[in-house]
């Protein structure tokens, strides 16, 4: 992995390694720049500035039907940097295991999918900078969820 400080003129490896064989996308935190989020078919990757460190099932994740992980899709809410999203996606085979939510800097994550349904594969996350309003592109169609916190008993309006 390489960054550039200066306008993509000259590149430097970032400390630390990650699987980026299986590396969709990533996001920045909009707060501190030194720390990324990537999401990967091995689960989430966190860079703190100065290594990588993978986040999977002991974190709070779950692995699709298949046993993989499958993340594609990862955004950072820009109102609160410490709330980072991930979606699962399994293209043509469905049955992956939705949307998830860190609210610690992605050092945990839990399930939000609620009721869009248990096998929900999600292709793209964008998070309004006005209101933190998350947005979710999926198989079943595009989705507006309200910021949280959200009842995993209750249902996404």
């Not at 970032?14 to 980026?20: A, E, K, N, V």
């Not at 996308?25 to 720390?35: F, G, I, T």
């Not at 990862?74 to 699962?88: C, K």
Request: charged share 20%; hydrophobic share 35%; with cysteine.
């Amino acid at each position: 992995m390489l960054r550039s400080e200066d306008q993509g003129e000259t590149w430097l490896p970032l400390p630390g390694r990650i699987d980026t064989w299986d590396f969709s996308e990533m996001d920045v935190d909009p707060a501190d720049q030194n720390r990324l989020y990537a999401a990967s078919n091995s689960g989430v990757w966190v860079f703190d500035g100065k290594g990588w460190t993978v986040r999977d099932e002991k974190h709070g994740l779950k692995r699709n039907l298949f046993g993989d992980f499958c993340f594609r899709s990862i955004a950072v809410d820009p109102t609160r940097p410490e709330v980072i999203y991930a979606g699962q996606n399994e293209c043509w085979r469905g049955v992956a295991a939705g949307i998830f939510r860190s609210t610690d800097s992605g050092q945990t994550w839990e399930n939000i999918s609620l009721n869009l349904g248990p096998e929900l594969t999600v292709w793209a996350i964008t998070v309004s900078p006005h209101d933190g309003t998350v947005w979710l592109a999926t198989d079943y169609g595009n989705w507006k969820l309200p910021p949280g916190p959200y009842k995993m008993t209750g249902g996404v309006q």
